[in-house]
């Protein structure tokens, strides 16, 4: 029963955080491909790790990351495929993390406190905030359109 539980209960998030990405990075990683990449981290970690039952996630912050990377290469590198540039990106911080590791860089953590944390929370809630305000602007085309809008925000505000 643990198991349909845990079925149900990550089944839905995995697919709704899938059409996000299928929005965000414009059909190049979708609900398939989340749904296939936690089952595989989650039984590999079943297999390896200490604990059976661990939940694997795609998260806020790493689809803002991934928002972000996918408008940089689309903006800079026009004819680059995205999820190439994204496993490069993959490799190259695999690589950044494994020498942190090895040199214990983990020590330095005594220094960030919880104002650290907020501050990357704050970067994380901006990157979504300024996402929807681009896409309500972007619904505003005509000039009655932010007369309605102007209107809206002096009586509910």
Same mark, same amino acid.
């Given at each position: ?5 845990? *079925?149900?209960?990550? %089944?839905?998030?995995?697919?709704? %955080? ?17 749904? %296939? ?15 059976? %039952?661990? $939940? ?6 790493? *689809? ?18 995205? *999820? ?17 590791? $090895? ?16 501050? *990357? ?8 905030? $300024? ?17 309605? $809008? ?8």
């Amino acid at each position: 029963s643990g198991t349909i539980w845990q *079925l149900f209960a990550t %089944i839905a998030p995995a697919i709704s %955080i899938g059409l996000v990405y299928n929005d965000v990075t414009g059909g190049a990683i979708g609900v398939t491909e989340i749904l %296939i990449s936690e089952a595989c981290c989650g039984i590999v970690y079943a297999l390896c790790g200490s604990l059976s %039952i661990g $939940v694997f996630r795609s998260t806020g912050p790493l *689809l803002a990351y991934v928002k972000i990377l996918y408008k940089w290469s689309a903006d800079n590198y026009g004819s680059l495929d995205f *999820l190439l540039f994204y496993a490069w990106t993959g490799i190259w911080l695999g690589i950044w993390l494994t020498v942190a590791a $090895v040199a214990e860089v983990s020590v330095l953590t005594r220094y960030c406190g919880r104002f650290t944390e907020e501050i *990357l929370a704050l970067m994380v809630s901006m990157v979504f905030v $300024v996402s929807a305000c681009e896409e309500l602007t972007a619904e505003i085309t005509q000039t009655y359109d932010l007369s309605f $809008v102007c209107l809206f925000m002096g009586t509910f505000s």
